[in-house]
């Protein structure tokens, strides 16, 4: 069984408890929903670039419990 890297998990619920899509997620941190899809899913790890654009587009999000953390709902509230 192949789980999903924390950041996967993390990155869709943060998404979800927004009520954004994906292609809402990409407009604002100027990536493609390709791109962003390509992280959300564990196609692929997570750029600085990235990450920098998520720390700017969403200041209250801690970067390090996005990607360790498995309790999502600390990284929402």
């Known amino acids: 069984?192949?789980?999903l890297p924390t950041h996967c998990i993390n990155l869709k619920a943060f998404r979800t408890s927004l009520n954004m899509r994906q292609k809402d997620i990409a407009n604002k941190l100027g990536v493609s929903v390709t791109l962003y899809n390509q992280v959300e899913t564990g196609k692929i790890n997570p750029t600085y670039n990235f990450l920098?654009?998520?720390?700017k587009a969403f200041p209250d999000i801690n970067i390090n419990k996005l990607l360790?953390?498995?309790?999502?709902?600390?990284?929402c509230m």
């Open 68 to 75: 360790f953390d498995l309790n999502i709902f600390k990284l």
């Open 1 to 3: 069984m192949n789980e």
């Open 52 to 55: 920098e654009k998520l720390a």
